[in-house]
T-cell receptor
Framework: LAKTTQPISMDSYEGQEVNITCSHN???????ITWYQQFPSQGPRFIIQ???TKVTNEVASLFIPANRKSSTLSLPRVSLSDTAVYYC?????????????FGKGTKLSVKP | NAGVMQNPRHLVRRRGQEARLRCSPM?????VYWYRQLPEEGLKFMVY????????ESGMPKERFSAEFPKEGPSILRIQQVVRGDSAAYFC???????????????FGPGTRLTVL
């Protein structure tokens, strides 16, 4: 499974757009990119997943360039409740390769 | 549809005791995963199970740790003769299948926080 690199922490203010970039230079052809969010004392929560180009849901957008060696999670107009740790994961989770590999994530702090 | 259930949420044990952590996957999910998280760290994979089968236990410590997912009932992570270093949050996740669908999402439970005195 490909290793990922993302900033340790980020600060933002309410109402701003936040972009968190993740590097994954060794991504394989059949790997997907998945982002999870974790609040203190809770389990991770799936946010978004993509393979290439752009994916958007009601929570976030995921931008993936053509070479797929990085990806950017975009959170529009963050609020205080978006303060959490965000994890970028890369891999093919099908078949017997079911485990997810979490790095230390990016600790996002949203201030009023 | 209830989410992944874990109990207890908090567990305190003295050194040398046994800890049993339970996980009930989401309805319809037949794949269970256990992860451990130390403070300020990401989750570390421990074991992946299907009903009555251990598929991947590459993240499990060689001794004292075991896991099962019986035909009936919850999945159980068992830690024998606990030591202070076992203190951590243990998360269970479940997914509907893992048969080649790369986009199968894992849904996590709230975790069990184990404290070893």
């Amino acid at each position: 499974l490909a290793k990922t690199t993302q900033p340790i922490s980020m600060d933002s203010y309410e109402g701003q757009e936040v972009n968190i970039t993740c590097s994954h230079n060794n991504i394989a052809t059949n790997d997907y990119i998945t982002w999870y969010q974790q609040f203190p004392s809770q389990g991770p929560r799936f946010i978004i997943q993509g393979y290439k180009t752009k994916v958007t849901n009601e929570v976030a957008s995921l931008f993936i360039p053509a070479n797929r060696k990085s990806s950017t999670l975009s959170l529009p107009r963050v609020s205080l409740s978006d303060t959490a740790v965000y994890y970028c994961l890369v891999g093919n989770y099908g078949g017997s390769q079911g485990n997810l590999i979490f790095g230390k994530g990016t600790k996002l702090s949203v201030k009023p | 549809n209830a989410g992944v259930m874990q109990n207890p949420r908090h567990l305190v044990r003295r050194r040398g005791q046994e800890a049993r952590l339970r996980c009930s996957p989401m309805k319809g999910h037949s794949h269970v995963y256990w992860y451990r998280q130390l403070p300020e760290e990401g989750l570390k994979f421990m074991v992946y199970l299907q009903k009555e089968n251990i598929i991947d236990e590459s993240g499990m410590p060689k001794e004292r740790f075991s896991a099962e997912f019986p035909k009936e009932g919850p999945s159980i992570l068992r830690i024998q003769q606990v030591v202070r270093g076992d203190s951590a949050a243990y998360f269970c996740a479940s997914s509907p299948s893992s048969g080649g669908a790369s986009t199968d999402t894992q849904y996590f439970g709230p975790g069990t926080r184990l404290t070893v005195l």
